[in-house]
């Protein structure tokens, strides 16, 4: 196997990110959500925002010249609202189906969690997809309950607030 390197996303293309976000979504949440609702938030969720592929806080993890992650944390709220000293809000994390249980989440998040500490995060805040809950609390996030999302007219997508004290 080859060695994985986690670098800003602006190193990489945003098409090959937005491939393995549809890819990851379109698999990994079928066993959560009903497909009905998959096929409302996908146009959504499996693409990467604009405003992360450009941030330093946005990482993409990259093996063998492919993209298989992405995530990061910003100040702003998911929503695009001010953020609040010592508070930061994990971003858009995906892994690769066919690249799952391999460390690569847990490296993504290493860089999230130095860099955030770096600009002086205490806290962060994630709004978890049902399927990311397991993964969040071996990062040491604890839920907080569950929320909707927003995702546009008529759609709404269940989610878990959680968070980790740093």
Not at 8 to 14: D, L, V
Not at 129 to 134: D, P
């Amino acid at each position: 196997m080859s060695s994985l390197q986690i670098l800003p996303a602006s190193a990489a293309c945003p098409a090959d990110i937005d491939d393995m976000l549809k890819r990851s979504c379109a698999r990994l949440l079928c066993a959560d959500y009903p497909p009905d609702l998959l096929r409302a938030v996908l146009p959504v969720l499996g693409r990467a925002r604009p405003e992360l592929l450009s941030a330093a806080e946005y990482f993409v993890a990259v093996r063998a010249g492919r993209v298989v992650g992405a995530g990061g944390w910003s100040r702003e709220t998911p929503f695009g609202r001010p953020g609040v000293a010592g508070l930061g809000h994990i971003r858009h994390v995906a892994v690769c189906p066919d690249h799952q249980r391999q460390g690569i989440g847990r490296a993504l998040f290493g860089r999230i969690e130095a860099t955030g500490q770096a600009a002086g995060v205490r806290s962060f805040l994630c709004l978890s997809t049902r399927n990311a809950v397991r993964f969040y609390g071996a990062m040491g996030f604890a839920a907080q309950g569950e929320v909707e999302l927003h995702l546009g007219p008529g759609v709404y997508f269940p989610a878990v607030q959680m968070k980790r004290e740093m």
